[in-house]
């Protein structure tokens, strides 16, 4: 019985990172898409066009 159970443990605990990491990469996905955004429309700032859009 103990055997079965911790199988079932480990499937669940695996499906359950594999969502999580599913759903890390579409985070990273829409922040690099952010930052490209970013980086083509500092061109615009008023800084003259040199300054950035982020503070570090």
Known sequence: MVPIL???LLALVLFGAGFAVKVLWWI???VL???LLGFFVRG???AGGRGRWYRW
């Open 6 to 8: 911790l199988v079932l």
């Open 44 to 46: 615009t700032s008023a």
């Open 28 to 30: 990273a996905l829409a």
């Open 33 to 35: 898409v952010l930052w």
